[in-house]
């Protein structure tokens, strides 16, 4: 079964960094495109990060452009986004997502908790 477990949230303040991390499992890691979306309190769901499987293209929400930077490594079957110069804005619960060929529904992690705060 297809599984994606986040991992590396918590408390930063404004101006600092934090890796999150997506394990993956269950499917072919290294042919499937992978996103990072995020979920601030009161607010949708919001597309923060694409990544591409062959050709490892990414793509980024305007709000993040120039201080996240998505990346993966397919032997750990891991995504990670890596964020910079982090403003209270950007406090949100984040979330991995794939969209694989023949399955009906996108698959989600459970998330992870990212609190910019002084």
């Known amino acids: 079964q297809v599984q994606l ?3 590396g949230g918590g408390l930063v303040q404004p101006g600092g960094s934090l890796r999150l991390s997506c ?9 499937s495109a992978m996103r990072w979306y995020r979920q601030a309190t009161g607010k949708e769901r919001e597309f923060v ?3 591409a499987s062959v050709a490892g293209s990414t793509a980024y929400a305007d709000s993040v452009k120039g201080r ?8 750990k079957n891991t995504v990670y986004l890596q964020m910079n110069s982090l403003k209270p804005e950007d406090t949100a619960v984040y979330y991995c997502n794939t969209r694989l060929r023949g399955a ?5 992690g459970q ?8």
């Open 111 to 118: 998330g992870t908790q990212v609190t910019v705060s002084s």
């Open 23 to 31: 394990a993956a499992s269950g499917f072919t890691f290294k042919t």
């Open 104 to 108: 009906p529904n996108d698959y989600w």
């Open 49 to 51: 990060a694409f990544i």
């Open 68 to 75: 996240f930077t998505i990346s993966r490594e397919n032997v």
């Open 5 to 7: 477990v986040e991992s």
